[in-house]
């Protein structure tokens, strides 16, 4: 699971958006958002399921193997919105 949480209160935090991807062997997955405020804790954005989640059978796909070695990159940015 990733996701982006802002330093700051829940509105500025909607001035914002941002993205991640998580990729590897010729495969590419994207969540693209608005930032959750460092006021919600990680158990609330989990909980709410907002951010990029990857069920384990997945991520080992994106993997190229099926051992339990997971190797996938993360990448990501954030702009402000005008």
């Known amino acids: 699971m990733a ?3 802002f330093m700051g209160d829940e509105n ?3 001035k914002f958006s941002y993205s991640l991807e998580v990729g590897a062997h010729s495969r590419k997955l994207t969540w693209q958002g608005i930032p959750r405020s460092i006021r919600d ?3 609330k954005v989990r909980d709410s399921q907002d951010g990029l989640i990857i069920p384990r059978n997945m991520a080992l796909l994106f993997s190229g193997s099926d051992k ?3 190797k996938l990159r ?3 940015r954030i702009w402000r919105e005008e």
């Open 41 to 43: 804790g990680h158990r």
């Open 12 to 14: 500025e935090a909607k």
């Open 68 to 70: 339990e070695e997971l």
């Open 74 to 76: 993360v990448t990501g």
């Open 3 to 5: 996701f982006l949480q």
